[in-house]
């Protein structure tokens, strides 16, 4: 299996041709903040709050210590073996030429790691398409999120 940091080096170079993928409009950022409005606070335990982006999204985080995951609308997302703040504190929501979030651009951090992933929202499925060193990267792939394939990195090893 292809690691992540590859992944997304060896399909950069694919995403400039892909003219026919979802434009992207512009941005919206959620504070992803356990204070934050948008967010419910954590359960009990700590482990596991959810948070709203627009379009009625929402990202359903746990945090178990070691391992840590989120997913995307109830769609399965990505699980890893999370560092001391294994998420960021923004997300990215992209639209599409129509207004609507087509993806979402979320940080994760594991030990000696930290990936920007690109989810995509529409069109088809939700799911994980794509691991990004930087925001330009992880831009050129949200432009072009339903030509991708549903990708899941592999951050544990």
């Given at each position: 299996?292809?690691?992540?940091?590859?992944?997304?080096?060896?399909?950069?170079?694919?995403?400039?041709?892909?003219?026919?993928?979802?434009?992207?409009?512009?941005?919206?950022?959620?504070?992803?903040?356990?204070?934050?409005?948008?967010?419910?606070?954590?359960?009990?335990?700590?482990?596991?709050?959810?948070?709203?982006?627009?379009g009625g999204h929402r990202i359903?985080?746990?945090?178990?210590?070691?391992?840590?995951?989120?997913?995307?609308?109830?769609?399965?997302?990505?699980?890893?073996?999370?560092?001391?703040?294994?998420?960021?504190?923004?997300?990215?929501?992209?639209?599409?030429?129509?207004?609507?979030?087509?993806?979402?651009?979320?940080?994760?951090?594991?030990?000696?790691?930290?990936?920007?992933?690109?989810?995509?929202l529409a069109p088809g499925p939700?799911?994980?398409?794509?691991?990004?060193?930087?925001?330009?990267?992880?831009?050129?792939?949200?432009?072009?999120?339903?030509?991708?394939?549903?990708?899941?990195?592999?951050?544990?090893?």
């Amino acid at each position: 299996m292809m690691k992540p940091l590859l992944l997304a080096s060896s399909m950069a170079s694919l995403l400039l041709p892909l003219a026919t993928g979802t434009a992207v409009a512009g941005s919206v950022y959620t504070d992803l903040t356990e204070h934050s409005a948008s967010c419910t606070p954590p359960d009990a335990e700590g482990f596991s709050w959810t948070c709203r982006g627009p379009g009625g999204h929402r990202i359903e985080f746990l945090d178990e210590g070691n391992i840590a995951s989120f997913s995307v609308d109830g769609h399965e997302g990505l699980a890893f073996r999370g560092g001391q703040t294994p998420f960021g504190s923004k997300a990215e929501w992209v639209s599409g030429a129509d207004g609507r979030p087509t993806a979402l651009i979320l940080r994760i951090s594991s030990p000696g790691a930290s990936l920007l992933t690109v989810t995509r929202l529409a069109p088809g499925p939700v799911c994980v398409v794509a691991s990004a060193k930087d925001n330009g990267q992880a831009r050129a792939f949200a432009s072009v999120v339903g030509n991708l394939p549903c990708e899941h990195p592999d951050l544990l090893n």
